[in-house]
């Protein structure tokens, strides 16, 4: 006979229940999302720890791994957290006990690790059958009276046993050892501080509940990195970060100059910023050495053994180191950020972003939570001791009568309790007795410890009923655990390993320059628009090639560390790097791929920077005014506006300002010379009136120093001097009409 593939409860119908796909999908993926916030991304802020952590610290404990026993394999350890606690993969579980052991990268490393537990490099650890831990006097710290109903605990996955929802946590953990997760919607990432400032800000904290959190920051300078480093965040962002949460940190590796003699040095990086990795970080700076991106720099060399060495060598010893470094820094990792997300689950269950003071007030709230339950429960074991010590006093008042009902009653337990009115527990104390106990001396000693536990429990009482006392033991446990981390007392793990600085202020343009190699080369425009930079600086412009119908407009040198500058009919300067520019080969590219041009405005002129030159801008119409080169840099490929023009008008001269005097000539040959001094300057406008005119606009314009004179070349490349008597017939104020030009000027009506 088959068997019978109908499912139960069913007789062959339809057994198939329609479900929504909208709703199921949201359920499913709230169900998701809640799990990843609360069990496995976000970290309590009572303990610190993520459930993977806490069960590996967990777990530790029950095997008896405490700082000063023996080592036990990494395997056997990940075996009892995967088969008791913690359902998932047997390496993720590994990672994250690796990680707690490693140095650099928990500031205090919770398990003690035996072997290979992976470096700075980014190699990763041996095999867990291969590696041994226990645990270190921090993770004893975060188990202090777990043991004495501190913390309640949860079934497991499977409910076979009992795991702790969080840890007592002595230790500030959270803000201490740092902590960072992604989650569905929300991420944390909190950067390692130091212990003993910590402790400092807390104890402040229970001195004054209501004490400004911007004085915390006189205790809590800021992160401080396994690594070290050095911070260059300025005070106000730091403030702002720790006020509300979020922020971040710019850390730089520390380094230092170290002389080679006969005036040759090298720069040493001693610290790397938090979580880079040393070797990935070398291959980058290899990289951009070879891809000459930082060619201020010759060669990288990793030194390290023990502690990290990395040796820049500069190629040339006139560079000066700091602006060397800063180039570095703009394109590597030796300059990196720490972003500052304090986001972690608030008692437990709420997830939400917590200020500095907020995360110290809650982790406060918990010591006194686990202080009050460690205190009931003792208080409870005292009392069952009394209740049994009393029992006893009374058996050795009676002594000779307890004996005679043990020997003489069927029932001893039932007379002693109604004859003495003892309890149930007291009797049954007094039965389990030894006789070796019923000598004198006994009596003593119990009266001893009675009256030690009677003076234990009025302590206990009085605390349990006093606030003030409850928060003085609270600041007695903290001090001790600062004590324990006081950099003076303990350098080695008290002590503060990032420092704070202010980044050098070098001039952006430095920083830029020595980023670019400095070579010649010449700018090559042509007519229709097309740019192109030819390599070195060519005197002969006959060799050029263009695009048919296209020919050459204008060529000018520069070096690669140039910023180009062009000026458009619509009166705006657009901004080009000359190392950007396309090399010479071909016929370049079109300017309006480079820029945002208008497509009915044309380029008028283009030329190098020179911050300390002035233009002189003029319209066709004959307005114009002075402008600083400095003021016309454009950030943005959409230009920077300088001249304002109106159509039929529009911008048609840029010329370098020289001199003192300034002669215009327009269409009508007109020419008029007039002082310098009467054009303002400024960084925008439509400027002023040069010359006036019935119709047409300017021919041509000139800046000259009168005592040199005016000078202009005609078609047969002949030279025109005239001086400043042979041109008073022409002198006048600005925006007069002018006089026709003298005998000799150029039919052209250009100057030259």
């Known amino acids: 006979m088959g068997k019978d593939l109908t499912p139960p409860g069913s007789d062959g119908g339809d057994a ?33 720890l993520k459930p993977v952590h806490r069960r590996i610290v967990h777990t530790m404990r029950l095997l008896r791994l405490s700082p000063d026993q023996g080592f036990a394999k990494c395997a056997r350890i990940v075996g009892d957290v995967m088969g008791k606690f913690h359902p998932h993969g047997d390496q993720s579980i590994y990672d994250a006990l690796v990680r707690l052991a490693q140095s650099f990268s928990m500031r205090y490393p919770l398990v003690d690790g035996q072997g290979n537990f992976g470096n700075i490099d980014g190699d990763n650890a041996a095999a867990m059958r291969y590696t041994e831990a226990r645990m270190t006097e921090v993770a004893a710290e975060l188990l202090t009276g777990i043991t004495e109903d501190a ?116 720069v040493v990086v001693t610290e790397i910023p938090y979580g880079v990795q040393k070797s990935r970080l070398i291959e980058k700076i290899a990289e951009l050495i070879i891809a000459r991106r930082l060619p201020l720099l010759e060669d990288v060399r990793d030194e390290s053994a023990e502690d990290i060495r990395v040796v820049l060598v500069p190629r040339s010893r006139l560079v000066e180191p700091e602006l060397l470094m800063e180039s570095v820094f703009k394109l590597t990792d030796l300059e990196n950020r720490f972003p500052l997300n304090m986001n972690v689950l608030s008692r437990g269950k709420v997830p939400g972003v917590l200020s500095l003071k907020q995360v110290l007030r809650e982790w406060l709230d918990h010591r006194r939570d686990v202080l009050l339950r460690r205190s009931r429960h003792r208080l409870a074991e005292i009392e069952k001791r009394l209740e049994i010590l009393s029992g006893y006093l009374i058996a050795y008042l009676n002594i000779d009568e307890v004996i005679r009902i043990i020997r003489e009653e069927d029932e001893p337990k039932k007379v002693m309790i109604a004859r003495f009115e003892l309890t149930d527990n ?153 190392d950007r520019l396309p090399g010479g080969r071909g016929h370049g590219e079109p300017v309006r791929i480079m820029v945002d041009m208008e497509n009915d405005q044309a380029i008028v002129t283009a030329f190098a920077h020179d911050p300390e030159r002035r233009l002189l801008v003029a319209s066709h119409i004959g ?41 215009i000539v327009g269409q009508n040959r007109k020419l008029l010379v007039f002082a310098l001094s009467e054009i303002p300057e400024m960084t925008r406008g439509k400027g002023v009136r040069l010359q006036r005119y019935k119709d047409g606009g300017v021919s041509d314009l000139k800046t000259f120093a009168m005592e040199a004179g005016l000078s202009w070349q005609d078609s047969a490349d002949r030279t025109f001097v005239k001086t400043r008597d042979e041109l008073l017939e022409w002198m006048g104020n600005r925006a007069a009409a002018g006089r026709m030009v003298p005998k000799g000027f150029p039919r052209t009506g250009k100057f030259t």
Not at 635 to 650: C, L
Request: glycine letters at 8%; a negative charge; proline letters at 5%.
């Open 16 to 48: 198939v229940e329609p479900v929504d796909l909208k709703k199921a999908l949201e359920e499913r993926y709230l169900a998701y999302a809640l799990s990843t916030i609360m069990h496995r991304a976000l970290p309590d802020v009572r303990d610190g």
């Open 151 to 266: 913390v309640d605990f949860r079934p497991t996955y499977n409910e076979e046993d009992e795991e702790p929802i969080v840890l007592p946590g002595a230790f500030p953990n959270l803000l201490c050892n740092g902590s960072s997760g992604i989650a569905v919607g929300m991420a944390t990432s909190i950067p390692p501080h130091n212990a003993a400032e910590v402790c400092d800000a807390a104890l402040a904290i229970i001195d004054d509940p209501e004490v400004d959190p911007e004085r915390l920051l006189d205790f809590v300078k800021g992160p401080d990195f396994p690594t070290g480093g050095i911070i260059v965040e300025d005070q106000a962002s730091i403030r702002e970060a720790y006020a509300t949460g979020r922020g971040g940190f710019r850390v730089r590796a520390r380094w230092e100059k170290e002389d080679q003699g006969r005036g040759t040095w090298n």
């Open 623 to 663: 307005n114009g005014f002075v402008v600083a080169e400095k003021e016309i840099i454009a950030n943005t490929r959409k230009g920077k506006q300088v001249m304002n023009v109106k159509a039929p008008d529009e911008a048609k001269y840029c010329i370098p300002v020289s001199g003192d005097h300034m002669a």
């Open 426 to 578: 007291q009797a049954e104390a007094i039965l389990n007795m030894r006789l070796r106990a019923l000598r004198k001396l006994e009596e003593f000693e119990i009266r001893k410890e009675f009256d030690k536990l009677s003076e234990e429990k009025t302590g206990i009482e009085a605390l349990l009923g006093s606030t003030s006392r409850q928060w003085k033991t609270v600041r007695w446990e903290v001090a001790k655990v600062r004590q324990t981390f006081d950099p003076e007392k303990n350098p080695a793990l008290g002590r503060r390993r990032t420092t704070f600085a202010d980044a050098p202020e070098h001039d952006l343009e430095d920083v830029h320059e020595a980023l670019i190699e400095r070579e010649p080369i010449t700018v090559v425009l042509s007519e229709k628009g097309w740019l192109r930079a030819m390599k070195g600086h060519l005197a002969d412009h006959s060799t050029l090639t263009f695009k048919e119908g296209d020919s050459l407009k204008l060529a000018f040198h520069a070096q690669t560390t140039d910023k180009i500058l062009l000026f458009t009919t619509g009166g705006k300067f657009y901004t080009l790097g000359a």
